[in-house]
């Protein structure tokens, strides 16, 4: 703890022009933390290289253990307030979170002035409670593990070597090369873009097996990954037996296969021989030809066809039967514009499900592979049958030069019937096409895409030694992707330390994949980097904390060890919490999960917290000074939705006190006890959205919270307190300009109707 503080109170950003900041400092010197506030001063512009020479002056002379910075948010001038490893330092938001998003109530003109005081004692409580954490340090192992030599783990194995690491790639077939290496050509990956290419795969697998940093195991899998990020111990197995090997981080590029073939029989794959797949066509492109599977006859016309799941209307995809629409409901059917054409929702659409993943990598390969049919016989046709052309990005300029190609004909159009035609080709019947109501086509080949399913789906890759099993969570969501915080961090795993890249994370083209792998070793070699100097990852990058556990008080419960995202804890022999220090991402969910509070950072914890919350003065009445009302706002999304909605002239009531938390998972049950006990009329619990498509940063803080606050109104209830006093609200970051109507409503709706919380004025 600290206990020699000094407190600076900074009067530039319109601060001096509402508050009197000398008051203010008078009211520290003369305050109820005056002992441990050594110095008290304020300044003009405090971020000044003045104003920090003159913190840093004291600090050497005084001796000041900690400051408390009295100005901007703490996500602003961070680098100008950092007075080094040995310093603590505070933060009190008088700029965002008062003088610029206050919103007056004549019937208190003082407001402002018992805001700032209020957050000025917060502040100091909240640093006084700190500590200098003292990262654990272990020696680690900066190797790099690929899992998949396909195109994708050829390359990242590739740039691992080429940042310094050591690399063991690990690729289950005999060969190097994966699918890759079973295709004629890419869609473009370089300048101008608008041609296939070769894939280069021959020239990348060279280059990696006589790169002599990087070891290559093939015809060999991960038996086991034991430990964690900087200290894995991983055996590979291979025809020769199992080799076990230190190793840092994990790049998981295991790739895709094909999606399930049957789910096209309605389309005739497989009952009419000159339907094929893609697969199929690309290897006859590969091997020489484009033939007719029933003559072996060169095509002379070839149609591709997309987006399956909208063809042949009636069909039930997952049974190869006909069965009956399900009308769509009133909301849906309101939305259609007058005189379109209706749409219905199939009782069992699994295929279609499965094969919507690929409609973007459909729409490339239908354009590449026409271009592979006008290249082979330059008199041929081929049609591009479509309900969606999903050309993003460059790849536009593909798509423009397959529409300036003669040969090649591009139609939207709803394909109705697929039969034999005369000569042994196809008849193809579409309608609401762009050159007719209804047309038939004559074909020798139809073409039809298949879905990329990630291998995870189908088999294990990763086999850890976790408590929480051996493999990923299994969400729905995903169908067999990896588990990944898609949106807010890509390449992320919900294990620390493995990181996926490529095919295996979400449907993408080779030029996709090449980038996935720099940022999927990049996020590898940050891992390794961070576990060798003590600190965190992600999200928190560069936090010395790690979480201390009282195990004397410790009641073997497993709650912090279940609901830690990550799988940071294990058990031991006996059910106590074992820390694995480098799979941790410090967001204090454990902490939030101990019902004894035995869990704690050392500058975050639950006294610290708990104490702030008392630092707020609770008026015994409400007609003597107004409600009050405390926001715990999560670090990501929250506090930085709050300060971006006071930059631009958003205000809210006066009577809210906004705590960062780390994360909502790791707010403590009883601190919403201590804000009742204390007479606090509401809580507002302020985080990151979850749900189907979770992206909390960390990935199940918001809906844990969720879960617990469930616990909390059963205590509140117990206690006459009303639960509704305590409500959660998902946020993102751009939701900035919506929290103060929550605010507003939460006032309106819950601390107006309900009146004075019961404990107030005990």
Same mark, same amino acid.
């Given at each position: ?28 010197? *003369? ?12 300044? =003009? ?16 002379? =005084? ?60 502040? /100091? ?25 396909? %195109? ?56 990696? +097996? ?23 111990? =991983? +055996?590979?197995?291979?025809? $020769? ?35 094929? +797949?893609? !697969? ?12 007719? @599977? ?75 592979? $026409? ?5 082979? *016989? ?19 300029? !593909?798509?423009?030069? $397959? ?18 035609? =005369? ?49 990923? @969570? ?14 807010? %961090? ?8 493995? !990181? ?17 792998? $720099? ?35 410790? +009641? ?20 106590? @919490? ?133 616990? /909390? ?37 819950? /601390? ?11």
């Amino acid at each position: 703890m600290a206990e020699k503080l000094g407190v600076y109170i900074c009067s530039g950003c319109e601060i001096g022009k509402n508050l009197d900041v000398e008051a203010l400092a008078e009211f520290v010197r *003369n305050g109820k933390h005056k002992a441990i506030c050594k110095l008290v001063k304020t300044n =003009a512009v405090l971020c000044s290289p003045d104003g920090r020479a003159e913190i840093e002056a004291d600090i050497a002379a =005084a001796g000041l253990e900690g400051v408390v910075v009295c100005a901007c948010s703490p996500r602003a001038k961070w680098e100008v307030f950092n007075f080094g490893p040995k310093t603590l330092v505070g933060r009190v938001n008088l700029r965002e979170q008062c003088v610029w998003s206050f919103e007056d109530d004549p019937k208190f003109p003082d407001l402002m002035t018992v805001l700032a005081k209020d957050y000025i004692n917060m502040g /100091i409580m909240n640093c006084s409670k700190s500590g200098i954490p003292e990262p654990e340090v272990p020696e680690v192992c900066q190797t790099i593990m690929v899992l998949g030599g396909g %195109f994708t783990g050829l390359t990242a194995a590739l740039n691992a070597a080429t940042l310094g690491k050591e690399v063991v790639l690990v690729e289950k077939e005999d060969a190097l090369g994966g699918y890759a290496a079973k295709m004629y050509k890419s869609f473009p990956l370089a300048h101008p873009y608008d041609q296939t290419q070769d894939t280069g795969i021959d020239k990348l697998i060279g280059a990696v +097996t006589d790169n002599p940093k990087i070891k290559v195991f093939t015809g060999a899998g991960l038996a086991n990954l034991e430990g964690a990020p900087g200290l894995y111990k =991983a +055996t590979v197995k291979t025809a $020769a037996g199992e080799e076990v090997l230190d190793i840092g981080a994990v790049v998981l590029a295991t790739g895709w296969t094909r999606g399930e073939a049957s789910f096209l029989e309605p389309l005739g794959l497989g009952k009419l021989k000159n339907v094929i +797949t893609t !697969y199929d066509l690309e290897k006859m492109a590969k091997n020489g030809g484009i033939v007719r @599977p029933s003559d072996n006859k060169p095509a002379e016309s070839v149609a591709f066809i997309l987006d399956v799941e909208k063809c042949m209307e009636g069909v039930d995809w997952s049974r190869g039967e006909v069965c009956e629409p399900v009308e769509p409901l009133p909301a849906e059917a309101a939305k259609k514009e007058e005189g379109a054409e209706e749409e219905f929702v199939y009782q069992d659409l699994e295929s279609a499900k499965h094969i919507s993943y690929s409609s973007e990598i459909s729409s490339l390969v239908a354009l590449k592979q $026409a271009g592979y049919v006008r290249e082979r *016989n330059p008199n041929a046709l081929a049609y591009i049958l479509y309900d969606h052309m999903m050309v993003p990005g460059i790849n536009e300029k !593909y798509y423009k030069a $397959a529409q300036d190609n003669p040969g090649i004909m591009l139609s939207k159009a709803r394909v109705t019937e697929i039969a034999e035609g =005369a000569g042994g080709g196809l008849s193809i019947s579409a309608k609401n096409t762009l050159i007719g109501e209804s047309i038939e086509i004559q074909a020798d080949l139809v073409v039809l895409p298949t879905a990329v399913v990630p291998v995870t789906a189908h088999e294990p890759t990763i086999n850890l030694e976790y408590r929480q099993g051996p493999a990923f @969570p299994d969400l729905d969501l995903f169908d067999g992707f990896a588990d990944s915080n898609y949106i807010c %961090f890509p390449y992320e795993t919900r294990r620390t330390g493995v !990181y996926a890249a490529g095919c295996v994370r979400q449907p993408m083209t080779m030029a996709t994949c090449r980038e996935d792998a $720099a940022g999927a070793v990049l996020k590898a070699v940050q891992c390794v980097n961070s576990a060798n100097h003590g600190v965190a990852v992600h999200p928190r990058s560069g936090d010395k904390t790690f979480p201390v556990f009282n195990f004397v008080r410790c +009641t073997q419960c497993k709650r912090c060890t279940e609901e830690c995202p990550f799988g940071a804890l294990d058990d031991d022999e006996k059910g106590t @919490p074992k820390p694995n220090p480098t799979r941790c991402r410090r967001c204090g969910t454990c902490m939030g999960a101990c019902p004894e509070r035995v869990i704690s950072f050392a500058n975050y914890n639950v006294d610290q917290i708990g104490s702030t919350i008392k630092e707020i003065k609770v008026p015994d009445k409400i007609d003597e000074g107004g409600p009050r009302v405390i926001v715990l706002a999560c670090e990501n999304d929250a506090y930085p939705a709050l300060d971006m909605a006071a930059m631009r002239g958003h205000k809210w009531s006066p009577y809210v006190r906004f705590i960062p938390v780390r994360c909502l998972g790791s707010v403590n049950a009883i601190w919403v006890a201590d804000a009742m006990s204390k007479g606090i009329d509401g809580v507002m619990l302020l985080g990151c959205k979850y749900g189907d498509d979770y992206q909390c940063h960390f990935v199940k803080g918001s809906e844990l919270c969720s879960r617990r606050k469930e616990n /909390i109104a059963e205590s509140l209830g117990r206690l006459g307190v009303e639960p509704e006093r305590v409500e959660q609200f998902e946020v993102s970051i751009d939701d900035y300009d919506k929290i103060p109507g929550m605010i507003e409503k939460f006032m309106n709706e819950v /601390i107006s109707k309900y009146g004075p919380n019961p404990f107030k004025g005990y």
